[in-house]
């Protein structure tokens, strides 16, 4: 029987101490692209420039001939192959990854009705434009991969999907969120449902949502919004029996994250549990591979690189690789590059508030199902989650919360969009939040930038840093403010969604792209740093100008 939607939202309107341990992650053992001489061999050789373009390679031939061969390569050479023998031998044994072909989406209207609502002519041509690009980046798996599976990287998964674009030709987990909510804005519900049904797949077979769909990313997830994506699916169908069938796989994700990735601490004599991105895989990422190994080269001991390799993955993890954020110096201040990230340091703000949303999600989404027990542990979980993010990481003086450094319990103060995600997820009702984060956000200068809200105020040339802007954590931003309930926010946030949507638009009409990130300093400039070029397409940059348009510019 279907509950009324009205019903659903009146029940997300509707105290567990967990010792953490750190459980042994899965992890990706394949000896080709995750692991082994092999990989080490052909991605130091750097005869790709982008070492993803390896990893993404098909095998023509079994694995275990390519391994022969590479063993006989070798062999030959004294294992020490010049580079153009290594090119040979990929030449001989891979090819350019085809295992992915256009999908032609069973749900695409040119023309939704979400248009005719939008109030300003030109922001309504600009949804039109978008709405058709869903179709240019619309994937399915192709029959030979369920074939012959173990030629490839990719993760084989019934449904087809909408990938970010550029170099990531598979689906990425946290991309995926605003992406939907594009899809929803353009009402392809069945799309969607697909694409969640794909990483419940995933959550069924490896117990979590990998990075992306790639198998070298099975050590490493990314910021858990899974539940999130559920929500506004429910949202916008009311679709309860395939919630029913489905709640004890969202359950068993966030129980990954309990397992694997929480940390107990004393702060201020009361102990707390939160959460951090934490990957416990001393080897270099392998889409990455000599760019990790250089990166860490600098450390002094066999035992500080893995760290190093360890840190790295799990920036990886956060979606902000890289940033400053994460870069830790001998004196617990913000280091400058890259070679000083501790990311296993560090309590995050926007983890730790994703994961208390979530459980709150998973509560409303135990109660439908009939499951009163487990309605109660996650409600009390969301509970005790959200008062240890206020009591831990809110800083009174300057009316934000913080990132904690978890060596020396102390808040990491530097700007982020990520310090106001607990309002972005709607922790608290208080809209005297709202007003601390308008008045926060004016002493950073934050309004002042005049193509968008900057990932921080340090420019150290990665991506995820100052000149750059990332749609999502525009969301982050605009969308915590409007949610507080304060009316002061809620005019910074039209504001600054007014500023986003237009930079957008501009960009648009000049290149007649989309792109994954852009300059904050520069009204129609585009993002760059990093460790790859500048990418087009682009799933999430879309789906976020939905959201917006939704928002703000909606009747």
Same mark, same amino acid.
């Given at each position: ?23 042994? $992650? ?26 993803? +373009? ?5 095998? +023509? ?5 390519? $391994? ?15 580079? %153009? ?18 999908? #032609? ?13 939008? #109030? ?17 980046? *619309? ?46 804005? %353009? ?12 990483? @419940? ?35 916008? +169908? ?79 993890? +956060? ?63 969301? @509970? ?71 990932? *921080? ?56 792209? $989309? ?17 790859? %070029? ?22």
């Amino acid at each position: 029987m279907m509950l009324p939607t009205n019903l659903y939202g009146a029940l997300l309107s509707c105290t567990i101490y967990l010792h953490a341990v750190f459980a042994v $992650m899965p992890t990706c053992d394949n000896e080709i692209y995750c692991k082994g001489n092999l990989l080490k061999t052909v991605q130091m050789s750097r005869i790709f420039p982008d070492s993803k +373009t390896f990893v993404d390679m098909e095998m +023509t031939r079994s694995p275990s001939d390519v $391994m022969k061969n590479f063993n006989s390569l070798m062999s030959s050479t004294n294992n020490h192959p010049s580079r %153009s023998q290594i090119k040979s031998f990929v030449q001989d044994n891979f090819q350019p990854g085809n295992e992915l072909e256009d999908w #032609k989406l069973p749900d695409f209207d040119p023309n939704p009705p979400f248009l005719r609502r939008i #109030k300003v002519p030109e922001y309504r041509k600009f949804a039109k434009d978008l709405v058709q690009l869903w179709a240019n980046f *619309s994937r399915i798996l192709k029959p030979d991969v369920f074939k012959e599976p173990e030629r490839y990287s990719i993760i084989p998964v019934s449904n087809g999907f909408v990938i970010p674009g550029g170099r990531f030709r598979e689906f990425y987990y946290w991309d995926s969120y605003w992406i939907i909510k594009g899809l929803l804005a %353009s009402g392809m519900h069945q799309t969607v449902r697909g694409m969640i049904d794909n990483f @419940l797949s995933m959550v069924d077979r490896y117990g979590f949502v990998p990075n992306g769909g790639r198998i070298y990313y099975l050590n490493r997830s990314q910021p858990p919004l899974l539940n999130l994506m559920v929500h506004e699916y429910l949202k916008a +169908t009311n679709d309860i029996p395939w919630l029913k069938k489905n709640v004890h796989l969202l359950q068993e994700e966030l129980k990954y994250w309990l397992k694997t990735q929480t940390i107990t601490f004393t702060y201020n004599n009361a102990k707390h549990t939160l959460a951090q991105y934490a990957v416990d895989d001393p080897s270099p990422r392998p889409e990455s591979y000599s760019e990790d190994v250089k990166t860490c080269s600098v450390r002094k001991s066999d035992e500080d690189i893995k760290n190093c390799y360890k840190d790295l993955k799990s920036g990886a993890e +956060t979606g902000w690789d890289y940033s400053s954020r994460w870069f830790i110096d001998n004196r617990g201040s913000y280091g400058k590059n890259l070679s000083e990230i501790q990311t296993r340091m560090i309590i995050p703000v926007d983890l730790n508030s994703f994961l208390a949303q979530a459980f709150k999600l998973v509560s409303t989404f135990s109660y439908i199902a009939g499951d009163s027990d487990s309605h109660q542990y996650w409600l009390n979980l969301h @509970l005790s989650w959200k008062q240890s993010i206020q009591d831990v990481l809110f800083n009174e003086t300057a009316g934000i919360w913080f990132d904690m450094d978890r060596k020396r319990l102390r808040h990491r103060t530097g700007f982020y969009p990520s310090n106001l995600a607990p309002l972005w997820s709607e922790l608290y009702e208080e809209t005297s939040l709202g007003d601390l984060a308008v008045q926060y956000l004016q002493k950073e200068g934050i309004f002042e930038y005049p193509a968008g809200v900057p990932t *921080s105020l340090l420019n150290t040339g990665e991506q995820w840093d100052l000149p750059n802007a990332w749609p999502p954590l525009q969301s982050i931003v605009i969308m915590a403010l409007k949610r507080s309930g304060s009316p002061k926010a809620l005019g910074a946030a039209r504001v600054l969604a007014k500023k986003w949507i237009d930079n957008n638009l501009l960009i648009y009409k000049r290149t007649c792209f $989309m792109y994954e990130k852009y300059n904050a300093e520069s009204v129609g400039v585009v993002g760059g740093g990093g460790e790859y %070029s500048i990418q087009t397409g682009f799933g999430w940059t879309n789906g976020e100008i939905f959201e917006l348009i939704e928002e703000f510019y909606s009747k």
